[in-house]
């Protein structure tokens, strides 16, 4: 079993539709928990951390963490085309040492 | 914002060559790391370093070998470049002092290309 597990999918979302992100993890003691977006050949760039237990907003993006059920989840509101791209979940884990990332989702956002 | 450096942002290289990959950071971060990534594929961790003269390897076995002697910079050498090298090289830095908080904060990469 994969320390943090994504599908990989691709997500295919119709514009202006919600589009749903899913990951899990397991460390039960992981501590921090980000969401990163990479565009086909860049780099990863964070979009959105969260620390506790429910929801965390931010413009468009709503990160919602389970600390029991061991899972974290992204929303993207009015998805547009621009947000086709491949979402990456990291976790740290319960020693705080360690970031390991999902080998990422990719969504498409279809006009 | 992050800011971490890399160059070459790509690079085209022969066979046998020895390449070395820049990363600097100005943010004063102890954490960096070394990334290799294929197209559509996922993050593979091959060197990370907590501080100078401090460098681990990383989960993905990796023929290449890095040093820490300045806070600054983590550089990454191959010492005979071979097609199977070819791939994105993506260097990071993070914040220890986040008590377990920080995130990754990612260069824009090198492309290297082995001929």
């Known amino acids: 079993q994969k320390e943090v597990e994504q599908n990989s999918g691709p997500l295919s979302v119709p514009e202006g539709a919600i589009a749903s992100l899913n990951c899990t993890y397991s460390d039960r003691g992981s501590q921090s928990f980000f969401w990163y977006r990479q565009y086909s050949g860049k780099s990863p760039e964070l979009i959105m951390f969260?620390?506790?237990?429910g929801d965390k907003e931010d413009g468009r993006f709503t990160a919602q963490l389970n600390k029991a059920s061991q899972y974290v989840s992204l929303l993207i509101r009015d998805s547009q085309p621009s947000d086709s791209a491949t979402y990456l979940c990291?976790?740290?884990?319960?020693?705080?040492?360690?970031?390991?990332f999902g080998s990422g989702t990719r969504l498409s956002i279809r006009p | 914002e992050a800011d971490i450096y890399q160059t070459p942002r790509y690079l085209v290289i022969g066979t046998g060559k020895k390449i070395t990959l820049e990363c600097s950071q100005t943010m004063g971060h102890d954490k960096m790391y070394w990334y290799q990534q294929d197209p559509g594929m996922e993050l593979h961790l091959i060197h990370y370093?907590?501080?100078?003269?401090?460098?681990e390897k990383g989960d993905l076995s990796s023929e290449s070998t890095v040093s820490r002697i300045r806070t600054e910079h983590f550089p990454l050498t191959l010492e005979s470049a071979r097609p199977s090298h070819t791939s994105q090289y993506l260097c990071?830095?993070?914040?220890?002092?986040?008590?377990?908080?920080?995130?990754?904060?990612f260069g824009n990469g090198t492309r290297l290309t082995v001929t």
């Open positions: 370093s907590y501080g100078v003269n401090s460098t």
């Open positions: 990071a830095s993070s914040d220890p002092s986040g008590t377990g908080r920080s995130p990754l904060h």
């Open positions: 969260i620390y506790s237990n």
């Open positions: 990291a976790v740290i884990d319960s020693s705080a040492s360690k970031i390991i």
